[in-house]
């Protein structure tokens, strides 16, 4: 069964910093891609970046330059570095496993992540 335990949101200045990251079980971590997810109030829930098992990685539009995903196989772990934080970063913060593109049908409870102007 696969678990996703995001952690790390908080309240933060715009122009501020955060870590997140996601504890995964119940699949091969390592051979897994993974993807960070936003959603914000009212709005549908958008791919924020993936890394890839072999640790590529890509970055929607609007966070490119600022955030950065890591993984650490060693502890079944995705990160998202997140630096020069915007308003509109404010979302509820969740990681997926991706296969053939698309999340699996299972979420974690996320982690909040408010930025004030």
């Known amino acids: 069964q696969v678990q996703l335990v995001e952690s790390g949101g908080g309240l933060v200045q715009a122009g501020g910093s955060l870590r997140l990251s996601c504890a995964a079980s119940g699949i091969i971590f390592s051979l897994s891609a993974m993807g960070w997810y936003r959603q914000a109030p009212g709005k549908q829930r958008d791919l924020v970046a993936v890394?890839?098992?072999?640790?590529?990685?890509n970055y929607g539009d609007s966070v490119k330059g600022r955030f950065t995903i890591s993984r650490d196989n060693t502890k079944n772990t995705v990160y998202l570095e997140m630096n020069r934080l915007k308003p509109e970063d404010t979302a509820v913060y969740y990681c997926?496993?991706?296969?053939?593109?698309?999340?699996?049908?299972?979420w974690g409870q996320g982690t909040q992540v408010t930025v004030s102007s």
């Open positions: 997926n496993v991706i296969r053939r593109g698309s999340p699996l049908d299972v």
């Open positions: 890394i890839q098992s072999g640790g590529s990685t």
